[in-house]
């Protein structure tokens, strides 16, 4: 039989530069002379690289598939071709991998670019090979991922092949990390009030952090129709400038098709000082009797004279008049809303006012009254809030009212069991809450905000009676109690110490205000607080019937002058003899 001759090789990569010796072995190797050879991929293409010498060593410095023969006599008698063996060669050319765009962390969705780049020659000149988690050839130096998911993250490498001579190929790149989070990242708004200039700068951030902030595109959104809020503008500084009050969120994008964080919580700009009309009653009495006419005033502060003014009530009416002045018959009971707008320039409108309804005598029906438990302004989302109306009543519904920027909202609660409504908001709400019977109770309203803050400012929903203590506090998400809060009462510092409440021994009416409070960085949203002041002496919450030298008369004329007194409207200054 025919012998068969082996192959060895001192190593099977030619280094750049380098080279690699082949020694080719027959039985009785003094009588063989010896032929080798070499092909790149295709067998029909096979080089001859030396024949007919006695030495059984060569060195090459290319790669490729080689084998040998030996052969001897003549004519030539050859044995059988050798097994094939593979040797690869190193080029100068470096690979390198990139990632475009090149984010520190990829979230899930997201498309991004891996890159395969070799420094000189051109693009087309190459095949190129992935490492894990990709293992694949590819007839281009992109892979692109579509819709990243954890299973994208991993560690990458490529390498070239010459498409000429597939064993010149240049060394594995570095390795590149791609990390993919399934986590979606979250857009947060930071307010920070300029009280001097009426402004409120509004600062759009991602979370994570380990996000690149400068590859984020931020998206700025006021609320003005419920369903459709209206996009204000897009830049990459996060940053918006507002002197308009209303609500606001925003969120981040990048990327083509761009990717989108979650939107952020709601924060309402609320300018008290800017545009803010205020409703005012005349006569402002304690005590005031059904039937009786007064007035409420809108007023703006600075007031210029060409604004029309509109009027809304809780039960949806819109009175036609577009004065600052409106006249009611006492009997109401609602709450009342103004606003102004200019005649020069109807785009230009101020916020809404507070909610006001007046004070009311307890004849003929008695006021009705709402608590809230827990007994705080602010809440938390995902926390549940109990409203309780009490009076003489069977019958209660809990009405709401937003007012959210330039719009207005009225709503009734549909979890009313009895007399309870219970609450529960998955995102950020500030609302005005009162109770309704219909034997025609009405109960003071109260302010109610939920926010998705990490930090609230726990603050008493109703006044606070003139001459009374109360203790404000701050709580973090999770914790109830905190130490090192500072505290703050219409933006000033009031408080800055180890203690963790506030404590105010005797409420006076300078107490009354706007407050939040500050932990470990973070700020509350603020409250307002409001004082009831007591009646003064000068200015009795009742009649005063003084009735003096009756002593003659009869009984019976007695009675004709007292029924006749309590038939008379009690007008203030007046006095009955």
């Not at 050319?93 to 991004?112: F, Q």
């Not at 963790?500 to 949203?525: M, R, T, W």
Request: glycine content about 6%.
């Amino acid at each position: 039989d025919k012998p068969r001759p082996t192959v060895r090789a001192d190593k099977r990569l030619i280094p750049v530069g380098g080279n690699v010796t082949l020694t080719c072995s027959v039985d009785n190797p003094t009588e063989w002379k010896y032929y080798w050879f070499r092909h790149t991929g295709n067998i029909s293409e096979v080089q001859t690289v030396d024949e007919g010498k006695s030495e059984n060593v060569i060195s090459i410095s290319q790669g490729g598939v080689y084998y040998c023969q030996g052969g001897r006599g003549s004519p030539v008698f050859f044995t059988e071709e050798s097994h094939r063996i593979n040797i690869e060669k190193r080029v100068s050319n470096m690979a390198s991998v990139s990632l475009r765009p090149d984010w520190p962390v990829i979230y899930s969705g997201e498309t991004i670019t891996v890159r395969c780049e070799i420094s000189g020659g051109r693009n087309n000149e190459w095949v190129y090979e992935w490492s894990k988690p990709i293992s694949d050839t590819l007839p281009t130096n992109e892979y692109r991922i579509v819709d990243a998911s954890e299973s994208s993250s991993g560690n990458y490498r490529c390498l070239g092949r010459n498409k000429q001579d597939l064993y010149s190929s240049t060394e594995w790149s570095d390795i590149t990390t791609v990390t993919v989070s399934e986590q979606r990242p979250k857009a947060q708004i930071i307010p920070d009030r300029d009280s001097a200039g009426g402004t409120v700068t509004l600062t759009c951030s991602v979370k994570p952090s380990s996000s690149s902030s400068s590859s984020w595109t931020y998206y700025w959104y006021r609320v003005e129709i419920a369903s459709k809020p209206v996009e204000l503008k897009s830049d990459t500084n996060g940053e918006l400038v507002t002197s308009e009050n209303g609500l606001y969120f925003c969120r981040a994008g990048r990327g083509r098709p761009v990717y989108y964080t979650e939107s952020s919580q709601s924060v309402t700009v609320d300018i008290p000082d800017k545009q803010r009309p205020v409703v005012t009653q005349q006569p402002n009495w304690s005590t005031m009797y059904y039937h009786r006419e007064i007035i409420l005033r809108c007023e703006i502060q600075g007031q210029p004279t060409d604004w029309v003014f509109e009027w809304i009530s809780s039960s949806g009416d819109a009175p036609s008049t577009q004065n600052d002045i409106l006249s009611l018959d006492y009997s109401f009971s609602k709450y009342y809303w103004c606003r102004g707008r200019r005649k020069s320039d109807p785009h230009d409108v101020t916020w809404w006012s507070a909610p006001f309804t007046s004070r009311y005598a307890s004849y003929p029906h008695p006021a009705a009254s709402l608590s809230v438990s827990p007994d705080r302004e602010q809440h938390f989302t995902s926390e549940s809030v109990t409203l309780n109306c009490g009076g003489n009543s069977a019958e209660w519904r809990v009405m709401k009212f937003s007012v959210t920027g330039h719009l207005i909202y009225l709503r009734i609660c549909w979890a009313m069991t009895g007399s309870l409504c219970t609450i529960n908001r998955t995102h950020s709400d500030k609302s005005v809450y009162w109770c309704e019977s219909k034997s025609g109770e009405f109960s003071a309203a109260v302010n109610l905000t939920v926010h998705n803050e990490d930090l609230l400012l726990v603050s008493p929903v109703h006044p606070v009676t003139e001459g009374a203590s109360v203790t404000l506090s701050c709580r973090l998400r999770g914790e109830n109690k905190l130490s090192d809060v500072i505290f703050y009462h219409n933006d000033k510092l009031i408080q800055n110490d180890s203690r963790g409440e506030l404590k105010i021994s005797a409420v006076s009416q300078s107490d009354e205000g706007f407050y939040k409070c500050e932990h470990s960085g973070n700020v509350s949203p603020q409250s307002w607080m409001g004082v009831k002041v007591l009646p003064r002496p000068e200015h009795p919450s009742f009649p005063v019937l003084l009735v003096a030298g009756l002593g003659g008369l009869s009984g019976k004329i007695l009675i004709i002058l007292l029924i006749l007194l309590s038939h008379c409207r009690y007008l203030k200054g007046d006095s009955f003899l």
